[in-house]
C-alpha cells in the first residue's frame, strides 16, 4: 500500500455527464499528478499540481479539470463524457522537494466506464 | 518536447531466460528515468531509478546518453516478473513522461 487512496473505486455513467474523482495523496507529499490509462493509449500524463497550484499539463482535454486543496487532497473532474473517456484513472503523488524527479507513489486508480 | 518509446507491447520469455526490455528517449538536458512496474491486480510502482545504480529483484537499467536508451535486464527471468513495465523520463521541474508500456510474460 503506497498511502495514495482514490475515490471512488469504480464509477459507471452515461454519455454528457459530469463524475468527479477523489485523491488523497500519501501524508507529507505535496505533489499529485493525474494520470489516464486505457488500453489503447497506455499511461498519459494529464496534469500535475503543487501545493495547490497547477505545476505541468500533459494530454488533458478542455473538458477535464482538476484541483488540488488546502488540505492537498485533489479532484479530477470529467465533464460533457465521450464514451472514450472509459480508463483506468490514477493518481500519485509525491514529496517533490527537487521538483518532478522525485519517486511517484500511485493509487489503486479509479475504473470510469461511460455508457 | 520529452518522449519515451517502449518499442515492445508484449515481451514472452522463457523462465531462467534473460530479460530486456527496451527503452529509448528523447530530452534535450539531463534526464532522470525510472522504470515502473505494475503486476496484476496491484498499483504502479517504482523498480528502480537510474541515479540510485541499484538493482531491485535482479533488475539492473543502465542509462546509455549516447543511445539515449535507458533498457531494463534481468539476467535469468521468473515467473513472478510477469507484470506490465513502464519506462518513465523526467526532466526537472517538468512533467514526467511515461512510455506506453512493456506486458512481460514469463513462460514456465
Known amino acids: 500500500d503506497s498511502g495514495v487512496t482514490q475515490t471512488p473505486k469504480h464509477l459507471i455513467t452515461a454519455t454528457g455527464q459530469r463524475v468527479t474523482l477523489r485523491c488523497s495523496p500519501r501524508?507529507?507529499?505535496?505533489?499529485v499528478y493525474w494520470y489516464q490509462q486505457s488500453l489503447d493509449q497506455g499511461l498519459q500524463f494529464l496534469i500535475q499540481?503543487?501545493?495547490?497550484?497547477?505545476?505541468a499539463k500533459g494530454n488533458i482535454l478542455e473538458r477535464f479539470s482538476a484541483q488540488q486543496f488546502p488540505d492537498l487532497h485533489s479532484e479530477l473532474n470529467l465533464s460533457s463524457l465521450e464514451l472514450g473517456d472509459s480508463a483506468l484513472y490514477f493518481c500519485a503523488s509525491s514529496v517533490d522537494l527537487r521538483g518532478a524527479t522525485d519517486t511517484q507513489y500511485f493509487g489503486p486508480g479509479t475504473r470510469l466506464t461511460v455508457l | 518536447a520529452q518522449r519515451v518509446t517502449q518499442p515492445e507491447k508484449l515481451l514472452s520469455v522463457f523462465k531462467g531466460a534473460p530479460v530486456e526490455l527496451k527503452c529509448n528517449y528523447s530530452?534535450?538536458?539531463?534526464?532522470?528515468l525510472f522504470w515502473y512496474v505494475q503486476y496484476s491486480r496491484q498499483r504502479l510502482q517504482l523498480l528502480l531509478r537510474h541515479i540510485s545504480r541499484e538493482s531491485i529483484k535482479g533488475f539492473t537499467a543502465d542509462l546509455n546518453k549516447g543511445e539515449t536508451s535507458f533498457h531494463l535486464k534481468k539476467p535469468f527471468a521468473q515467473e513472478e516478473d510477469s507484470a506490465m513495465y513502464y519506462c518513465a523520463l523526467s526532466g526537472g521541474y517538468q512533467k514526467v513522461t511515461f512510455g506506453t508500456g512493456t506486458k512481460l510474460q514469463v513462460i514456465p
Open positions: 501524508s507529507g507529499d505535496l505533489s
Open positions: 530530452y534535450s538536458g539531463s534526464p532522470e
Open positions: 499540481y503543487y501545493n495547490g497550484e497547477e505545476r
